[in-house]
């Protein structure tokens, strides 16, 4: 693989295109976005997202990523690009340790310095950002974000589309929601539901607006 598409170009996009080429999935990029941007990372932007569905931009390039952290808009993409023929690589950081037992689906991302230990389940469009460690067992459905140095202990279930934020740490055995936001710092040491945002130490479930 050569060229590598990024759909997005913000702060995000930046980190999967150094990790595209870091890793040697890509020795080249381009980004597609709807704001109209200069040059990223010195590499272009094409123009917005709806382009990667037009044949000259299938014909340069074969393979493709969503850097967009709003898990449901990157998973639509990610489908989108998927049945328009787009192989959809899984980006490793060559700093991150992955246990060979664990499986990690396909267009998610893990950055540098990232830990995935045994038989870790990860599924399609996650993002393992950087620092964070999945240990043994756990199962994180699609879309999943793990922010920076967040923590998960074993056999740990996480929902579709949940986010754990900054410095989190989940104890053994918990099984959070989907759409689930877990805030920075938060120490989570009992299930949490679908769609609740958990914050403090221990978490809490914050009152719904």
């Avoid at 999967?16 to 980004?31: K, N, P, R």
Wanted: with cysteine; hydrophobic share 50%; charged share 10%.
């Amino acid at each position: 693989m050569s060229g590598l598409l990024i759909l997005g170009a913000g702060g995000h996009a930046k980190v999967v295109a150094e990790t595209a080429l870091a890793s040697g999935v890509a020795s080249g990029l381009a980004f597609l976005d709807d704001r109209s941007l200069p040059r990223v990372l010195g590499w272009p932007v094409l123009g917005p997202l709806d382009q990667a569905l037009d044949t000259s931009i299938q014909a340069e390039f074969t393979a493709a990523l969503v850097a967009i952290g709003h898990p449901a808009t990157r998973l639509h993409w990610l489908a989108r690009l998927q049945a328009s023929g787009y192989q959809l690589p899984l980006l490793i950081h060559p700093s991150a340790c992955i246990s060979p037992s664990a499986q990690i689906g396909h267009g998610t991302v893990v950055f540098a310095q990232a830990a995935v230990q045994a038989q870790a389940v990860i599924g399609i469009g996650a993002i393992l950002n950087t620092g964070c460690s999945v240990d043994h067992d756990v199962r994180l459905a699609d879309g999943v974000h793990i922010c920076p140095g967040a923590r998960l202990a074993g056999e740990v279930q996480v929902g579709a589309r949940s986010c754990i934020g900054i410095g989190a740490s989940v104890i053994q055995q918990v099984c959070i929601g989907s759409d689930v936001v877990v805030g920075a710092g938060a120490a989570v040491v009992r299930d949490l539901p679908d769609g609740v945002t958990a914050v403090g130490v221990p978490a809490h479930v914050l009152p719904r607006p």
